[in-house]
């Protein structure tokens, strides 16, 4: 673990300490720290802003019930609120059917267009944005999962298998056939665009 993880840990440890004291301001803190994303995650897996809005509530309400029983030994806290999510996106996704949005929303990106983009290439890029976006939605859950945690959220392959509790290769297996699925899909309408927005920086 690097210098950096380690001090992180330690700050975390120290705010869920609190929490488990009773100050409030520990549990203030550590909603303050992780909602944002957690919201994304949930947002980009449901795909519905209200639906979101609830997992991310319910999410943080269970943890904080059960914040004692967080290890930090075994999980960063992150790790361990993004299983908690998901596990809730995963009953109401099961449910629901999707309705088409922009690949930007689904992944938090914001693709700029060139300034003096023509509208014929606007349109392209609009178009291939739509291609994208119904690509993605055609992925089976596990799949989506998959992306979006490696993606949009950033995480390692370690991170991801145990959000999605399996081991690392299935999580490494799962990226790689989602980011084939995409591909296969998306030829050859929008594919430049798949690999500019899926480049992980």
Known sequence: MTDKRLAMREEIDAIVDRALKGEQSGYAELYDRFAASLYRLCYSLLLNEQDAEDILQESFLYAFKNLQRFDSRKASLKTWLY???????????????????????????????????????????????????????????????????????????????????????????????????????????????????????
């Open 83 to 201: 299983t908690i999510a998901i596990s809730r996106c995963r009953n109401t996704y099961r449910r629901k059917r999707f309705i088409t949005v922009d690949i930007t929303q689904w992944l938090g990106l914001e693709l700029k267009a060139p300034p003096a983009e023509a509208p014929e290439a606007a349109a392209i890029r609009r178009d291939a944005s739509e291609s994208i976006s119904s690509a993605l939605q055609d992925l089976s859950p596990r799949l989506r999962e998959a992306i979006v945690l490696r993606y949009g959220q950033g995480m390692t392959y370690r991170e991801i298998s145990e959000v999605m509790g399996c081991p690392q290769k299935t999580a490494e297996s799962r990226v790689r056939l989602g980011h084939e699925r995409l591909r296969q899909a998306l030829q050859p309408v929008g594919l430049g665009l798949l690999e500019e927005l899926l480049r992980v920086h």
